[in-house]
T-cell receptor, first 113, second 113 residues
Framework: AQSVTQLDSQVPVFEEAPVELRCNYS??????LFWYVQYPNQGLQLLLK??????LVKGINGFEAEFNKSQTSFHLRKPSVHISDTAEYFC???????????FGKGTLLTVNP | DTAVSQTPKYLVTQMGNDKSIKCEQN?????MYWYKQDSKKFLKIMFS???????INETVPNRFSPKSPDKAHLNLHINSLELGDSAVYFC????????????FGPGTRLTVT
């Protein structure tokens, strides 16, 4: 079985501060990893994904994530956040013959002025 | 030129009623999905179709029946609605089954009273 743990349900930060949103996954075999963002009252949008290769993945809007196999983590980072980054962020894993996506419970990032 | 569209956006109905939600994608994708997001923002896959064939069928009450008339459309019919069915339902599509980006619709907020 696979599961995804997002360690923080809420992360408040000030504008222009760095942020890290944590994600750990459990799986005994290789997985594909994703971060999606959900702005208020909207659907989800892909930020970035890790399939293979370089463990540092760059995504849209200045976000990046690092895949760490030994720690089974895929933390999301941004060096300087904007008010517009306020949203719910979901980590997700995909594996198996049908590549079903399993989502974490989400982290609400609130950027304050 | 919305990529993934859903109708209606809001649906308020009484317990015991039957309702449908429609989804259409104009991306030329082969695979479509239905997700349910509960009041705590937890997102869980319900069904997936690839080229009109059901490929993911999670543990969902059989009151929920998906139908894919063609690969651009995936509808969700719900019989005998219950209070616990209140949620936001998202449709999504991807190029094909696999670790591909999923494009989400704007969601349908279903409220059962």
């Amino acid at each position: 079985a696979q599961s995804v743990t997002q360690l923080d349900s809420q992360v408040p930060v000030f504008e222009e501060a760095p942020v890290e949103l944590r994600c750990n996954y459990s799986s005994s075999v290789s997985v594909y990893l994703f971060w999606y963002v959900q702005y208020p009252n909207q659907g989800l949008q892909l930020l970035l994904k890790y399939l293979s290769g370089s463990t540092l993945v760059k995504g849209i809007n200045g976000f990046e994530a690092e895949f760490n196999k030994s720690q089974t983590s895929f933390h999301l980072r941004k060096p300087s956040v904007h008010i517009s980054d306020t949203a719910e962020y979901f980590c997700a894993v995909s594996r198996g013959s049908n590549y079903k996506l399993t989502f974490g419970k989400g982290t609400l990032l609130t950027v304050n002025p | 030129d919305t990529a993934v569209s859903q109708t209606p956006k809001y649906l308020v109905t009484q317990m015991g009623n039957d309702k449908s939600i429609k989804c259409e994608q104009n991306l030329g994708h082969d695979t479509m999905y239905w997700y349910k997001q509960d009041s705590k923002k937890f997102l869980k896959i319900m069904f997936s179709y690839n080229n009109k064939e059901l490929i993911i069928n999670e543990t969902v009450p059989n009151r929920f029946s998906p139908k894919s008339p063609d690969k651009a459309h995936l509808n969700l019919h719900i019989n005998s609605l219950e209070l616990g069915d209140s949620a936001v339902y998202f449709c999504a599509s991807s190029q094909q089954p696999g670790p591909y980006e999923q494009y989400f619709g704007p969601g349908t907020r279903l409220t059962v009273t």
